[in-house]
């Protein structure tokens, strides 16, 4: 086979106005941090979606596996009181 | 001096060297190194025809005779085309096209820096605009400047070799004509004597990062001022030009 010449793969997190969160939107290979950055920017934000980008290295990020489903995330399904849910919203209330 | 002749001869300059320039960058589109450069060089052609498209609507307002940007970029030929000869050189390899953009791009980072301040306030907009894209084209080539010079043995000598060989197209940039001799004396077009200093610095700034030489000061090859082109402009207006030539009127 041939030797992978693209780079790693680094995550890519673009923050669409000042204050947002930045979301994950997809990745790029790169073989440096700032060619990481230029090829996110080129390849994620060339529809003027962001107004500021992170790049992470994919190998940088801890993720939760498929099997951690149950014991992970199951038990939150029946706390319903953990949503905010009993309360009234004032109006005019935006980013709840 | 008629003003109007100079001014439509000198935003045709302009516009010709993005064009010619924007056209070779899409050459590589589909045959860059990988998909993210692919989509870089893509943007970056996109710019300079953007720019392009822009100023060439000028020139015909400016001329005046009823042409339109489509019959300036469609229906003239070698010796009507000023566009630098920098600009025209076939892509070679990957860091051929490189040092190319990288070259112009320094070039354009100076000039457009001085043009922001034109007395014609058209082209004040336009290199506004122009500058903040070149800022970004610059910082994209000089980081491959760097990685390719710095990188391995291969790499080097490559780039090297294309520095040497583009070297003798650089002093066209600077080339002025007397009708742009008194378009400066007018506070509308670029002296580029003033600019030549800081491009030279901006160059070696990166070389020196790249651990790259500038070639030495050698013969340099002029003529675009006056429409006279390397032999490799005519087979690239033929291919850019063909579709519109042969279907004269077709719209999207």
Redesign the interface.
């Known amino acids: 086979m041939a030797k992978d010449t693209q780079g790693i793969l680094w995550e890519v997190f673009v923050q669409t106005k000042p204050g947002q969160p930045h979301r994950h939107c997809g990745s790029v290979h790169a073989h440096d941090r700032e060619m990481a950055l230029q090829n996110a920017r080129d390849v994620y934000t060339r529809r003027n979606e962001g107004t500021n980008l992170w790049v992470v290295p994919a190998n940088y990020i801890v993720a939760s596996s498929p099997e951690d489903l149950g014991p992970f995330f199951e038990p939150a399904n029946d706390k319903v009181y953990r949503h905010p849910t009993f309360y009234h919203i004032p109006e005019g209330v935006t980013h709840m | 001096m008629d003003k109007n002749a100079a001014l439509f001869n000198y935003i045709l300059r302009l516009a010709d060297t993005n064009l010619i320039l924007g056209h070779r960058l899409s050459e590589w589109c589909g045959h860059a190194?990988?998909?993210?450069?692919d989509?870089?060089m893509a943007?970056i052609a996109l710019d300079l025809i953007g720019q392009s498209n822009s100023l060439l609507q000028y020139a015909a307002k400016t001329e005046g005779k009823g042409r339109t940007e489509d019959d300036l970029a469609y229906l003239r030929n070698e010796r009507e085309y000023f566009n630098s000869l920098l600009s025209e050189q076939p892509n070679g390899d990957f860091a051929f096209s490189i040092v190319r953009q990288f070259l112009s791009d320094a070039f354009d980072l100076h000039f457009y820096e001085v043009l922001k301040n034109s007395k014609d306030e058209m082209l004040a907009a336009l290199a506004v605009k122009g500058h903040k894209e070149v800022i970004?084209h610059f910082?994209?080539t000089s980081?491959w400047m760097q990685?390719l010079g710095d990188g391995t043995d291969e790499s080097h000598e490559r780039i090297q070799k294309a520095l040497n060989e583009l070297w003798c197209f650089t002093g066209d940039l600077f080339e002025m004509t007397d009708s742009d001799k008194y378009l400066v004396k007018e506070g509308i077009a670029v002296d580029t004597n003033l600019i030549q200093d800081k491009w030279l610095r901006s160059i070696d700034e990166v070389l020196e990062k790249s651990k790259l030489s500038r070639p030495a000061d050698s013969w340099q090859q002029k003529g675009s001022r006056q429409g006279i082109h390397t032999e490799h402009l005519g087979f690239l207006l033929a291919e850019m030009q063909h579709l519109h030539r042969t279907h004269p009127q077709a719209t999207w």
């Open positions: 190194p990988f998909l993210e450069e989509i870089a943007n970004y910082r994209h980081a990685r």
